[in-house]
Every structure is written in C-alpha cells, then in structure tokens.
C-alpha cells in the first residue's frame, strides 16, 4: 500500500496534496506552527506544545522519529496530554485503506510513502480532536516534506548543519535553502543562531518571502544562570517580554536556545490575536517532557540518553557533559546509523571516554559495531564490542564504579532501544 519514503521521488509535493484533497485536506481545519531544523527541532516542538498546553488552546503535536513505541508521534493536549491510541489508529488506518488502495493505483503521483500517509493520519486525527493549533515537526528536509502542505501561523528555524547530506546537498547553503522551503509568503518566522552563511540564506528566503523575521541573538537573548543534573536555570528577553529566572528540565546549553527559539515563536502568535501569558510561557518550559535528550535516568553511576546523530548534536552533547555532570571515568555506550556522520559523532565523543562500547541497533541502517571499531583504530585498546544494545548497557554498568558516568548515544533507535529495555524491566518487577 505504501512506498519507502524518497525525499527527491518528486520535486513538487502534488501527491501529498492529492492525497490529502482526497481526504477532505483535513489540513486546512486548524492553525499550525511549523518547524524545520537539523538539530533541536523535537525539543522545540515539545517547549511549544507543553507552553501552548497551559493555556486553553487545543494543541496537537506532530514530531518524528518516535523513541518506543510509534504512537509517540502523534499527541494532543486536552482533555489530557496522551498519544494517540491504539485503537484509534486502527480505526483510521481501515477509515482511509480503501482510499489509499484506489489512490495507489489510479494516482499519476506514484504511491504514497509511509511518512506521507502517517502525516495525513495525524492531519486527520487532529480534525476528529478538533485541535486549534497543531505543532508540526518537519520531517525531513523541509521543501519537499510531507507537512510541508500547511500555512502555519508561525514558521520556526532551528540550527541548520550538516545532516542528510546526501538528499538535501554536501554544502550548508544547499542544506539551508531546503529546510528554508517551509517559509511561505508574508509568513511570521522566528530562527535560532545559525552559521552566518546559514542566516544569509534565511535573510534572502524571507527578503523573497516578504516575510517577518525574528532571530535568537538579535530579536530574543537568553542568559544561562545555573546549571544542574535536574534543571537550570536562566533568563530569557523576548519580543515582548523579559522572563526571569525560566526553569528547564531540559539540560545544555543547547536547550536554552532551544528554549529562547520557542518562547519567540509563542510570542509571534500575538500577530495572530493569540496571547499567551508569561506565567504559562514559565510553567510550560518548567514541564516540558522531552525523553531521550540528555536524560538522566540512573545515578551512582549516573547514566545519560542523548540521541545526539551529527557533529553538531555530538559536540553539544560533549560540551554538555563537561558543564554539568562530574565524574571520575566516562564510559561510552555508541552505536550510529551507517547514514549519519560517523566520524564527526567519533571526533567529538570517543575522546572524553575512558572505555568505549560499540553497538548497535535493531535497525537495518546501523552500522556494526565491529565496523565502528575498525574506524576508530586509535580506540581499539580501550573499546570493546557488544551485539545489541541490551549487552552493551549491561557490559556499561558492570564496569561502571558509583563515580562514573555512563554514555548512551549515537542514534535515537539505541536510545529508544534502552528506554524500552529500561520499561520491560520495571514491567517484570
């Protein structure tokens, strides 16, 4: 029924148009925010929808790839903030086969790709929910992506770097024009601090664009003032408002951009005649639930999950580290998707490590932990080699002294593989 996603199938998003104009464009029924990135996109989407979720508004969030369990994609605020369950994706999935079945076979389009028929059900369930405003993560890209059908209110810009770079360009500006694609006429646009050939790209897009631009570190500033292994504390100056002394569980110093970033888009809505007061802007960042991003789940030995995936993630995630946590000896549990930049996550993580555990995941683009190894000769003493996640995090722990600090990275798929470990077990007892 569905093809395997190709982000250059078609240089124009007509079949996902066609799609979802076959479904009564359930598309057009709510207002959405729309981010595109290459890292920090899922955690600004999360700041927004917990902030949006303090208020009376009717959100729904839409993010991609999910860490255990599929349904993690597809979420909504009220009248409690849940997934989608299983029973109703069951009950889309039989609403629109029929459809997709026809659609398949008489579309001039092709068949539709699993990540587009996946957005169309979340479109389609926010218009059962009657969600007001849906927080739309990009999947991919940005031009040519399957969100990319919406008129969003306000368009976000999260830092752009090298990810992906065989379907969106070798070069930044190449990466940049893509994701800069999402940004429609006369739109409202808030971006984070970008490279500055990445923030020449999104100055002309939004010159071309007639579009209004706020950016982190000239429009909005945020101020680090405490940091913590549960929280930190920092200050944030907005379009509007100043907030003092913000509280995040969300740690690094990335996620205070990340933070600033989607205080400035909530702050946009106000060209909408949306208002969202500072003290649910504050509560909301207080409770933002993002696992998998630099989350502490165990101590003595502490034990750390970061999905971080390219160089940029990778040295933010290190720099994070060093910030925040002490510890006597660092042993690292990696495992990286054979399409990510591998030896930018090396240069970054394997010299602060003590011991390196290779692995990988149960997902057909992970690279083999004895193929990581090779690459890493200069680590070939202090590293060794496991078959699967489950045996790395127990090798990790039986070498880890209360002192020390255990390192699980490289790959969301790895990361969402330890939660799910982490959760069976408690399940048995």
Same mark, same amino acid.
């Given at each position: 029924?569905?093809?395997?996603?190709?982000?250059?199938?078609?240089?124009?998003? %007509?079949?996902?148009?066609?799609? $979802?104009?076959?479904?009564?464009?359930?598309?057009?029924?709510?207002?959405?925010?729309?981010?595109?990135?290459?890292?920090?996109?899922?955690?600004?989407?999360?700041?927004?929808?917990?902030?949006?979720?303090? @208020?009376?508004?009717?959100?729904?969030?839409?993010?991609?790839?999910?860490?255990?369990?599929?349904?993690? +994609?597809?979420?909504?605020?009220?009248?409690?903030? +849940?997934?989608?369950?299983? !029973?109703?994706?069951?009950? $889309?999935?039989?609403?629109?086969?029929?459809?997709?079945?026809?659609?398949?076979?008489?579309?001039?389009?092709? %068949?539709?790709?699993?990540?587009?028929?996946? @957005? !169309?059900?979340?479109?389609?369930?926010?218009?059962?929910?009657?969600?007001?405003?849906?927080?739309?993560?990009?999947?991919?890209?940005?031009?040519?992506?399957?969100?990319?059908?919406?008129?969003?209110?306000?368009?976000?810009?999260?830092?752009?770097?090298?990810?992906?770079?065989?379907?969106?360009?070798?070069?930044?500006?190449?990466?940049?024009?893509?994701?800069?694609?999402?940004?429609?006429?006369?739109?409202?646009?808030?971006?984070?601090?970008?490279?500055?050939?990445?923030?020449?790209?999104?100055?002309?897009?939004?010159?071309?664009?007639?579009?209004? $631009?706020?950016?982190?570190?000239?429009?909005?500033?945020?101020?680090?003032?405490?940091?913590?292994?549960?929280?930190?504390?920092?200050?944030?100056?907005?379009?509007?408002?100043?907030?003092?002394?913000?509280?995040?569980?969300?740690?690094?110093?990335?996620?205070?951009?990340?933070?600033? @970033?989607?205080?400035?888009?909530? *702050?946009?809505?106000?060209?909408?005649?949306?208002?969202?007061?500072?003290?649910?802007?504050?509560?909301?960042?207080?409770?933002?639930?993002?696992?998998?991003?630099?989350?502490?789940?165990?101590?003595?030995?502490?034990?750390?999950?970061?999905?971080?995936?390219?160089?940029?993630?990778?040295?933010?995630?290190?720099?994070?580290?060093?910030?925040?946590?002490?510890?006597?000896?660092?042993?690292?549990?990696?495992?990286?998707?054979?399409?990510?930049?591998?030896?930018?996550?090396?240069?970054?993580?394997?010299?602060?490590?003590?011991?390196?555990?290779?692995?990988?995941?149960?997902?057909?683009?992970?690279?083999?932990?004895?193929?990581?190894?090779? +690459?890493?000769?200069?680590?070939?003493?202090?590293?060794?080699?496991?078959?699967?996640?489950?045996?790395?995090? *127990?090798?990790? +722990?039986?070498?880890?002294?209360?002192?020390?600090?255990?390192?699980?990275?490289?790959?969301?798929?790895?990361?969402?593989?330890?939660?799910?470990?982490?959760?069976?077990?408690?399940?048995?007892?």
């Amino acid at each position: 029924m569905v093809s395997n996603y190709n982000y250059m199938a078609t240089m124009k998003l %007509s079949r996902m148009a066609a799609l $979802l104009d076959g479904l009564g464009n359930p598309h057009r029924t709510f207002k959405s925010i729309h981010i595109a990135g290459t890292k920090g996109k899922g955690s600004t989407c999360a700041f927004i929808y917990s902030i949006l979720k303090e @208020t009376k508004i009717k959100v729904g969030l839409y993010t991609s790839p999910h860490l255990v369990d599929f349904k993690e +994609r597809i979420r909504i605020s009220y009248p409690k903030d +849940r997934t989608i369950d299983r !029973a109703e994706l069951v009950t $889309l999935v039989n609403r629109v086969k029929s459809f997709l079945d026809k659609f398949t076979k008489s579309s001039k389009f092709g %068949s539709p790709s699993f990540f587009e028929v996946y @957005t !169309a059900l979340a479109f389609l369930f926010f218009n059962i929910q009657k969600v007001d405003i849906a927080v739309l993560e990009v999947g991919l890209g940005g031009r040519l992506d399957a969100t990319n059908v919406v008129d969003p209110i306000v368009i976000g810009i999260t830092p752009i770097s090298f990810d992906h770079t065989d379907k969106l360009g070798s070069t930044l500006e190449s990466i940049a024009k893509e994701k800069c694609g999402i940004i429609k006429d006369n739109a409202i646009v808030v971006s984070a601090e970008q490279d500055a050939k990445v923030t020449n790209c999104i100055h002309r897009v939004a010159d071309e664009k007639r579009a209004k $631009l706020y950016e982190v570190g000239k429009n909005i500033f945020y101020e680090p003032l405490t940091m913590a292994p549960d929280r930190q504390i920092f200050n944030v100056r907005g379009i509007f408002e100043e907030y003092p002394s913000l509280t995040s569980p969300l740690l690094g110093r990335h996620q205070l951009a990340n933070a600033a @970033t989607a205080i400035g888009i909530v *702050e946009s809505l106000r060209f909408k005649d949306i208002a969202v007061s500072p003290y649910d802007i504050a509560t909301g960042i207080k409770n933002t639930d993002w696992p998998g991003r630099l989350q502490v789940i165990g101590r003595k030995p502490w034990i750390i999950l970061d999905g971080a995936q390219n160089e940029a993630s990778a040295r933010a995630l290190k720099e994070a580290i060093s910030a925040i946590f002490s510890y006597e000896n660092l042993i690292l549990v990696l495992g990286i998707s054979s399409d990510k930049d591998i030896d930018g996550i090396g240069a970054n993580l394997l010299p602060i490590a003590s011991k390196v555990i290779f692995t990988q995941s149960d997902n057909p683009r992970a690279t083999s932990p004895q193929d990581l190894r090779k +690459r890493f000769q200069n680590y070939k003493k202090k590293s060794a080699v496991s078959r699967n996640v489950n045996e790395a995090v *127990e090798l990790a +722990r039986r070498e880890a002294k209360p002192q020390d600090l255990i390192l699980i990275t490289g790959s969301l798929y790895v990361v969402g593989e330890t939660l799910q470990i982490l959760q069976q077990r408690k399940t048995k007892g």
